[in-house]
T-cell receptor, first 112, second 118 residues
Framework: AQTVTQSQPEMSVQEAETVTLSCTYD???????LFWYKQPPSRQMILVIR??????QNATENRFSVNFQKAAKSFSLKISDSQLGDAAMYFC?????????FGKGTRLSVIA | GAVVSQHPSWVICKSGTSVKIECRSL??????MFWYRQFPKQSLMLMAT?????????EQGVEKDKFLINHASLTLSTLTVTSAHPEDSSFYIC??????????????FGDGTRLSIL
């Protein structure tokens, strides 16, 4: 079964600085999808960024970018120019045709 | 596009009552719906997967008689927590996608339901 591991339960970053959240996963598949979701205190699940495994180019969405290392099965999220509104739980998730499998999450605090 | 509406957002009820949570896809056909449960400060745990018109598939450890799932149409799935007890208190989130079992379509999430059993 696929597993997703987030080894950082909590992280903090100064406003306007850059932070990287780590994620590793385990799969025997060659084609799959990886995601980062943000869950603010409202508990909505907000899709931050998505990466298709067959694409070598790292996905970017404005201040959010990923470092996808397929051979290492690593999928880290970089948040640049951190803002107070970035404070939330961040979940890494894996999907092929199965439902999304989530990591345990990283709680990000942004310090003003 | 791809909006999932979940209702109610918060419910408080007495122990022993049954509670129904609705999940609707507003602008797409939700061939497959997923129900997750989230305890405080924990991740989302998949409870069950339902396909329109067929019985739900429950994850190991989830009591199907306790958590009744109905997916009678392409836009609506319901989760009924029967004879709810305080240990059933949790945050329940539905998710929906177009396409069947092998679909690569993205999952879209409702805003969740906070269930509190007194």
């Amino acid at each position: 079964a696929q597993t997703v591991t987030q080894s950082q339960p909590e992280m903090s970053v100064q406003e306007a600085e850059t932070v990287t959240l780590s994620c590793t996963y385990d799969t025997s598949e060659s084609d799959y999808y990886l995601f980062w979701y943000k869950q603010p205190p409202s508990r909505q699940m907000i899709l931050v960024i998505r990466q298709e495994a067959y694409k070598q180019q790292n996905a970017t969405e404005n201040r959010f970018s990923v470092n996808f290392q397929k051979a290492a099965k690593s999928f880290s999220l970089k948040i640049s120019d951190s803002q107070l509104g970035d404070a939330a739980m961040y979940f890494c998730a894996y999907k092929k045709t199965t439902p999304l499998v989530f990591g345990k999450g990283t709680r990000l605090s942004v310090i003003a | 596009g791809a909006v999932v509406s979940q209702h109610p957002s918060w419910v408080i009820c007495k122990s022993g009552t049954s509670v129904k949570i609705e999940c609707r896809s507003l602008d797409f056909q939700a061939t497959t719906m997923f129900w997750y449960r989230q305890f405080p400060k924990q991740s989302l745990m998949l409870m069950a997967t339902s396909n329109e018109g067929s019985k739900a598939t429950y994850e190991q450890g989830v009591e199907k008689d306790k958590f009744l799932i109905n997916h009678a149409s392409l836009t609506l799935s319901t989760l009924t927590v029967t004879s709810a007890h305080p240990e059933d208190s949790s945050f329940y989130i539905c998710s929906a996608r177009d396409g069947g079992r092998d679909s690569n379509q993205p999952q879209h999430f409702g805003d969740g339901t906070r269930l509190s059993i007194l």
